[in-house]
């Protein structure tokens, strides 16, 4: 295994050996080679331990058990703790490679740019084996650099799999987070290095299924309202100035069904209520469901309701 490697594949595992036999045998037939693989182990037995142990990658392989479990996204910064690269990338165990030339792609880029995060074009591979192939535009990667915090409303980077950074010992994933723990790191790591590179080629397959903890957190107050909440504290109130973020807030408002806003510190998030969200709350709780669940009245009051806030 090289001892000084090029970029270290950070893999948190638990359990899952299928998924991670198929992530390793995509790493194993790389042309590129100046990488180690760093498995963290939070699995309660030896599955994973007993599958790198006898897997051809296994000389590029360091494995570390965890002590104890330490849960999403803590086991992603153990990763990152251990890494020894000065490039990460991080490779949820259910995706992989999407051919044999990814990982120079990506080191290709990393090298002739003057970014420290790129992402690249994906995959979505659906359980019932439908694929889509997610791509950037040039209007949305523009928005994007002007104006990171625009992932609140629409992740236009995708998951944490498709991306490659620099590691920055003081940016790491937040503990309190499962569900927006991978726009809240990003939203911190390009404030702090911007701009965001884009590579076209689609090179990681996601693969897609109800198992994964931002699909089973969806729709659950008790998980969305403190981390959305939590990600505007760091955002700032005057990120709601913006209608396209705005208009996220309003649509959140609006499927979770939060008509009192004493529903939000019962969710669990003890902190204040922007006046701003006071009054999308307020404005919402008069409309008749008929009209506040059909796109184009609701996209109507809103607009309403965001330019006399503006004006007011």
């Known amino acids: 295994m090289d001892q000084s490697p090029f970029i270290s594949i950070c893999i948190p595992a638990y359990q899952r050996t299928d998924y991670l036999k198929r992530l390793l045998d995509s790493i194993e037939i790389q042309s590129f080679r100046s990488f180690e693989v760093v498995i963290t182990d939070d699995s309660p037995g030896w599955e994973v331990r007993n599958l790198v142990e006898t897997h051809v990658l296994n000389p590029y392989i360091r494995y570390f058990k965890n002590a104890h479990t330490l849960g999403s996204p803590e086991n992603w910064n153990e990763g ?15 995706d992989w490679f999407s051919g044999p030339e990814s990982l120079q792609v990506y080191a290709d880029t990393v090298r002739q740019g003057s970014s420290s995060f790129y992402f690249s074009a994906f995959t979505n591979v659906y359980p019932d084996g439908r694929i889509k192939t997610i791509r950037l535009r040039g209007a949305d990667r523009r928005t994007l650099n ?79 309202i403190p981390e959305r ?18 208009d996220s807030w309003w649509r959140f408002i609006r499927n979770l069904k939060i008509r009192d806003e004493q529903k939000i510190p019962a969710s669990g998030y003890p902190g204040l209520i922007p006046d ?9 709780k008069n409309i008749p469901n008929v009209l506040l669940n059909t796109g184009l009245f609701s996209k109507f009051f809103m607009g309403i309701l965001f330019f006399l806030l503006r004006k007011k």
Do not use: C
């Open 80 to 94: 990152l703790r251990v890494a020894r690269a000065a490039w990460i990338k991080i490779m949820h165990d259910d």
């Open 146 to 224: 002007k104006t990171p915090e625009i992932l609140v409303a629409t992740n236009f980077i995708g998951p944490p799999s498709v991306v490659i950074f620099k590691k920055d010992d003081s940016i790491g994933f937040d503990n309190r987070m499962q569900w927006l723990v991978d726009i809240d790191f990003y939203l911190r790591y390009l404030r702090i290095h911007s701009p965001a590179g884009y590579i076209p080629g689609s090179l990681v397959q996601i693969g897609l299924s109800e198992s994964q903890i931002t699909r089973s957190s969806f729709g659950k107050p008790e998980i969305e």
């Open 229 to 246: 909440f939590m990600l505007l504290e760091k955002m700032g109130n005057e990120s709601l100035n913006n209608i396209r973020i705005y």
């Open 276 to 284: 701003t969200i006071r009054e999308m709350i307020k404005f919402q």
